[in-house]
């Protein structure tokens, strides 16, 4: 199963959870409130006490290139991946940041939809043009919503097998584990189900395992 848990709280110490979830998840996503609250040392300083997986920088950049690739350079050499937003296009903005990650080795992510209720006022409209963009700009990776797994589905099938699919919504959000990967998603994204957990490690198990039931049903077709 495919679980990366988001880590966001700026005045929270991760550490040892981190450590504690190291051998049962897939990798680790850095929000913007703590790189801003902690620093990008703490992001080092994270990754050191889990040398595996995906670590990725959601800086959730929409910029113009050369300013994207000013804030990616501040944090890249500590992970593997970043994430930008798709809208901005590829011309003197995603074209650039791609290239700029390429030539260090690193992956792009880019936001397709979002998982929260008012994504249907731009972002579902918007769908079709931030494809475009994806399909011809063909990131290593997008996010879209575990919230509304039926995006998900028609955006696997518009861009084929490719592209990894990121999905955020699971637990607070509403979403239940395992909804987003029977719809085509390659990693579903939790944080606050497992980070607010009194037993993080406890908390991952039972996503790990509500997501190899659901997917066990769903591929019996239930
Ligand atoms: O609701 P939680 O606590 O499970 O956290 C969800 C995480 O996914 C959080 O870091 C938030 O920033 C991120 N996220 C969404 O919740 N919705 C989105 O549409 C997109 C993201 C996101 O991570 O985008 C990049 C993957």
Known sequence: MSLIVALDSPD?????????????????????????????????????????????????????GHVMKLTTSLVVEHVDAVIAHGFVGIQGALGELKEFLNSLGKKLVVV?????????EVYDKALPLILNVIGELEPWGIVAPATRPQVITSIRERLGDSVTILSPGVGAQGAEPGAAICAGADYEIVGRLITS??????????????????????????
């Open 12 to 64: 929270r110490e991760f550490g040892s959870l981190v450590e504690d979830l190291c051998d049962i998840v897939d990798g680790f996503k850095l929000g913007l409130p703590l790189l801003m609250g902690r620093g990008v040392d703490y992001a080092a300083r994270l990754r050191s006490r889990c040398n595996r997986g995906l670590w990725i920088a959601d800086l959730k950049l929409a910029d113009i």
């Open 112 to 120: 397709a939809s979002m998982s929260h209720p008012g994504a249907r």
């Open 197 to 222: 957990s009194n037993d993080p490690r406890a908390a991952a198990l039972a996503v790990k395992d509500a997501q190899k039931q659901r997917l066990q049903a769903c591929k019996r077709g239930a």
